[in-house]
């Protein structure tokens, strides 16, 4: 993992005690809000439906058992005992008070975290695999990449007021678990037929009002010039993208309407400049930063046996752990949808237990997935029973990663103000109504998403069933769609017609699920049979 | 009838316009029809709230219910954590707010 050094301290340092600065003048009177309302989001810190609201920046998605320990910490001492991981994997407190802000960014800073840019027209936090290090499939850890273009990214005097928010992603395998391509650029490292290793670059993605998948701009960018090359698709984007209207302002639209091509060429254009400038760190500054993601100290003699003879174990093992690269380890999901749950909340109590649990069995590390799970990258087989267990009795060891009961959904009219409907309660009911038909280990594999609002933090349009809650003259009201994925097999979900009630979209997503059956075909997941039959059938169950 | 909300500035609650002061309790909230501008601009400089503004209301048994489920939502804490509204052992309170 990353450790920072004396100069990523003193940073953070400087910025807590500059926001305690700035919160101090807030509250005697010396900023009004519209001056102070910038800097606090500067600082990752809301004005939300109830309270203020902390997002904290984890990134990539990767934390140890000591930043766990301090997110519990802060949960317990300045919250109200739980706190929120989001699709975007970082982790949001909902309940914080303006005074206490500047001593959690404190308490923050001592273990090497901190809330900046998870706001505002910048950079945000860098996405990645959350399988990386560990992934049999991968080409090479991510992370490093990440990391890279973390500091490349912090506090960029160019680039900190965008037309619009900018989020990266970076991957290193086919398999796309990250939704590289839904995001402003997805950065996939790949191998060349000579075995080099270079960045496919994807820029203009994204969810939101105007969905749009990432199009190949560069199918191979030498890791030496991947910071170059980022600078070039920023430096186009500031210069060319709209600030007259913040909802054409993002990078998908300035892409969509000069053209993948046009864009292309203006990136190539000032790449070639940015080439004969010398922007790319040094490349000792990686290789510094490679090293601190070595690969765990495995176990090379670890046994690959597991026994199964209790059947609620051998179910966990065969939905929640995925292979890893060594022999005799699996990563292991822990899930935060427990039937009837709130997707992505975690107690205070329960983060320590997982932080405990990392530590005892995954080298210390921990994963958040931007499906609002908790990853164990590295657990010995042999282990996985005493996890489970664990987990299990904390309420923690659901079964069902990637089924119908593992919904994304966002905070929504529950708890954030730009929200139009509730998303929360149709995820419980959900989960709720295929628990008790006893059908979600017979549908597979199974993407539902939820959103609140067209802004689509709940990733709607990339469900395989995505459900878009609405504001119909005051009443809440749920559009049902059909057919995303925002996997390597990336697609946009379609409206199948008139939107329901809270009860009519329980029983829709039902029925929808009531025609997969019949029609599937052997191994079909409910997309692959959607994608061969089409619509109809779906829309003549729904509407008659 | 109008009512005047904001958030404390201290803390984030949300806060209801009284008459002569802010409280957390909904109830005790007053129609502001055609003062709330002056009366928000003066407790916003005087910082006892947060950017203030109003929302259509009716009465409902007796109280005032704001006319949109957002309000609602605000007023009461969230539906999922009852247990976290202002009025946890009241189970028949959701459907004040749905």
């Known amino acids: 993992?990353?450790?920072?050094?004396?100069?990523?301290?003193?940073?953070?340092?400087?910025?807590?005690?500059?926001?305690?600065?700035?919160?101090?003048?807030?509250?005697?009177?010396?900023?009004?809000?519209?001056?102070?309302?910038?800097?606090?989001?500067?600082?990752?810190l809301y004005l939300q439906l109830h309270a203020y609201m902390l997002r904290v920046a984890i990134p990539y998605g990767t934390l140890d058992s000591r930043q766990m320990h301090a997110l519990a910490d802060i949960a317990d001492k300045y919250d109200r005992g739980y706190g929120h991981f989001t699709t975007r994997q970082n982790i949001q407190y909902n309940w914080i008070r303006l005074?206490?802000?500047?001593?959690?960014?404190?308490?923050?800073?001592?273990?090497?975290?901190?809330?900046?840019?998870?706001?505002?027209?910048?950079?945000?936090?860098?996405?990645?695999?959350?399988?990386?290090?560990?992934?049999?499939?991968?080409v090479v850890d991510p992370r490093p990449y990440a990391e890279l273009l973390r500091q490349w990214s912090s506090f960029h005097p160019e680039f900190s007021y965008l037309p619009r928010k900018f989020k990266i992603a970076v991957i290193a395998?086919?398999?796309?678990?990250?939704?590289?391509?839904?995001?402003?650029?997805?950065?996939?490292?790949?191998?060349?037929?000579?075995?080099e290793l270079g960045a496919a670059f994807y820029?203009?993605?994204?969810?939101?009002?105007?969905?749009?998948?990432?199009?190949?701009?560069?199918?191979?960018?030498?890791?030496?010039?991947?910071?170059?090359?980022?600078?070039?698709?920023?430096?186009?984007?500031?210069?060319?993208?709209?600030?007259?209207?913040?909802?054409?302002?993002?990078?998908?639209?300035?892409?969509h309407e000069l053209g993948a091509e046009e864009y292309t060429r203006q990136v190539e254009e000032e790449f070639a400049h940015l080439l004969e400038q010398g922007v790319e760190p040094p490349h000792d500054e990686l290789m510094r930063i490679i090293r601190m993601f070595e690969a765990p100290n495995t176990d090379q003699t670890a046994p690959n046996d597991i026994d199964r003879s209790d059947p609620?174990?051998?179910?966990?093992?065969?939905?929640?752990?995925?292979?890893?690269k060594a022999s005799g380890y699996v990563s292991a999901v822990i899930s935060l949808k427990p039937?009837?749950?709130?997707?992505?909340?975690?107690?205070?109590?329960?983060?320590?237990?997982?932080?405990?649990?990392?530590?005892?069995?995954?080298?210390?590390?921990?994963?958040?997935?931007?499906?609002?799970?908790?990853?164990?990258?590295?657990?010995?087989?042999?282990?996985?029973?005493?996890?489970?267990?664990?987990?299990?009795?904390?309420?923690?060891?659901?079964?069902?990663?990637?089924?119908?009961?593992?919904?994304?959904?966002?905070?929504?009219?529950?708890?954030?103000?730009?929200?139009?409907?509730?998303?929360?309660?149709?995820?419980?009911?959900?989960?709720?109504?295929?628990?008790?038909?006893g059908k979600t280990g017979t549908l597979g594999e199974l993407k539902l998403k939820i959103s609140g609002c067209i802004n689509a933090c709940g990733h709607h349009h990339a469900g395989h069933i995505g459900i878009l809650g609405v504001d119909r003259k005051g009443v809440e009201n749920y559009q049902l769609l059909l057919g995303g994925s925002e996997a390597e097999d990336v697609s946009l979900a379609k409206i199948t017609g008139p939107g329901f009630d809270e009860n009519g979209i329980v029983n829709a997503v039902e029925t929808v699920t009531t025609v997969y059956e019949r029609e599937r075909q052997d191994g079909e997941r409910f997309v692959d049979t959607y994608r061969r039959i089409g619509m109809n059938p779906f829309k003549e169950a729904l509407y008659g | 009838m109008r009512l005047l909300t904001g958030n404390d500035l201290k803390t984030g609650a949300v806060t209801w316009w009284t008459g002569k002061d802010w409280s957390i309790h909904i109830e005790e909230a007053v129609n502001v029809s055609g003062n709330e501008d002056e009366i928000a601009r003066r407790e916003e400089a005087a910082r006892r709230v947060n950017v203030p503004y109003a929302v259509d209301a009716e009465m409902h048994d007796g109280s005032p219910r704001p006319s949109h489920i957002k309000e609602r939502v605000r007023a009461l804490g969230p539906t999922v954590r009852p247990d976290l509204t202002l009025k946890p052992a009241d189970p028949e309170i959701g459907n004040w707010v749905i």
């Not at chain 1, 800073?109 to 910048?122: F, L, R, W, Y």
């Not at chain 1, 590289?180 to 490292?189: A, F, Q, S, T």
């Open chain 1, 99 to 138: 005074e206490d802000a500047a001593d959690i960014l404190a308490d923050l800073a001592k273990v090497e975290m901190h809330a900046i840019q998870t706001s505002g027209n910048c950079i945000r936090n860098i996405s990645s695999d959350h399988f990386a290090g560990a992934a049999a499939d991968e």
């Open chain 1, 339 to 437: 039937v009837g749950g709130i997707p992505g909340d975690a107690t205070a109590k329960q983060m320590h237990l997982m932080a405990d649990l990392a530590k005892e069995y995954s080298f210390d590390e921990l994963r958040v997935m931007h499906t609002q799970n908790i990853v164990l990258p590295h657990v010995r087989k042999a282990d996985l029973h005493a996890l489970w267990t664990a987990l299990d009795q904390a309420g923690l060891g659901s079964p069902n990663l990637d089924t119908v009961e593992d919904i994304i959904a966002c905070p929504g009219l529950d708890y954030c103000s730009l929200a139009n409907a509730r998303s929360i309660p149709i995820a419980q009911r959900i989960s709720e109504r295929f628990a008790e038909t």
């Open chain 1, 312 to 324: 609620d174990f051998a179910l966990w093992v065969d939905r929640n752990t995925v292979a890893h």
């Open chain 1, 203 to 255: 820029v203009g993605g994204g969810m939101g009002r105007t969905p749009m998948i990432a199009p190949c701009i560069n199918p191979f960018v030498p890791l030496d010039q991947l910071v170059t090359y980022c600078e070039a698709c920023l430096r186009v984007y500031n210069r060319c993208g709209r600030r007259d209207n913040k909802y054409k302002a993002r990078i998908k639209i300035l892409v």
């Open chain 1, 1 to 44: 993992m990353y450790k920072y050094d004396q100069y990523d301290q003193a940073m953070v340092d400087a910025r807590v005690e500059e926001f305690r600065d700035q919160a101090r003048r807030r509250l005697e009177g010396k900023l009004t809000e519209d001056q102070f309302k910038p800097l606090r989001l500067m600082n990752g």
């Open chain 1, 173 to 195: 395998s086919e398999k796309d678990r990250a939704a590289m391509r839904l995001h402003d650029i997805g950065i996939n490292i790949v191998k060349n037929d000579a075995g």
